[in-house]
């Protein structure tokens, strides 16, 4: 475990970061960060892919008036994969959109990650999102060896507080994450509609046709769809789950 450092952002953000080399550094890594654990936990997991320009603003829409607004109103922690594209692209422009000060935690396989002023010899390697509060960069060379770190990393953080998984788009690792998260007992919530792995995976919870991938994660009865357009079911959904606390 390395100890933290603060980087800064083209557009003067500032976020900090370690690296881990173990699960089990996960917790004194969170704890090395100064982000309070038993908080409300919220996973995003998914991608922006293959979207409509009309779809994409629904998309957006998720984020900017339900997601941020949530975390910011509950104080809880934001979990995703950190880099500067799809969803944790969304997830960090409505954090800065909303003024948040919620934490927002990428969790990035170390080779893949491009940091401010830095490069990389891998060609699938992207930028941090430049929004985002703190980042764990995990062991990894590919895009969804962070996938049980993302899990983990929730876990640790929320402890004994609820915390909750919303599936929007995604491709072929999204459905990794996704079962990571079943694994750790964690609600998914499914964003039916906005294409891709959720629009599949929502087929398969009506009974329809769907990917051998989506049998688990139904079978775990934690699962649950809801339509793109209906962002109140969607906050309902949440702050149910994150009463829990109380």
Not at 99 to 119: H, Q, Y
């Amino acid at each position: 475990m390395s100890t933290p450092l603060k980087v800064k952002f083209s557009m003067q953000s500032t976020a900090t970061i370690a690296e881990l080399e173990s699960l089990e550094q996960v917790g004194a890594t969170i704890r090395s960060l100064q982000i309070d654990h038993d908080r409300p936990v919220l996973v995003v997991i998914g991608g922006a892919s293959k979207l409509s320009p009309s779809d994409y603003e629904l998309v957006k829409q998720v984020f900017e008036s339900v997601l941020a607004p949530i975390a910011e109103q509950w104080k809880a922690a934001v979990v995703d994969g950190g880099t500067d594209a799809g969803v944790m692209r969304l997830m960090g422009h409505a954090r800065e959109r909303i003024a948040g000060t919620f934490p927002l935690i990428g969790v990035t396989p170390i080779e893949l990650a491009i940091l401010p002023g830095g490069e990389s010899s891998s060609e699938s390697a992207a930028p941090l999102e430049p929004h985002h509060s703190h980042f764990l960069l995990v062991p990894g060379s590919d895009w969804g060896d962070e996938s049980h770190w993302m899990a983990a990393a929730a876990t640790e953080i929320a402890k004994s507080a609820p915390s909750v998984t919303v599936l929007v788009n995604g491709g072929d690792i999204t459905w990794r994450d996704a079962l990571k998260n079943v694994e750790q007992l964690r609600p998914l919530l499914v964003i039916d509609g906005s294409g891709r792995t959720a629009n599949i995976l929502a087929a398969g919870l009506r009974g329809e046709p769907t990917d051998d991938r989506a049998i688990p994660l139904i079978e775990s009865g934690l699962v649950q769809s809801i339509e793109l357009t209906n962002l109140v079911e969607l906050r309902t959904a949440i702050e149910t789950i994150f009463q829990q606390s109380r």
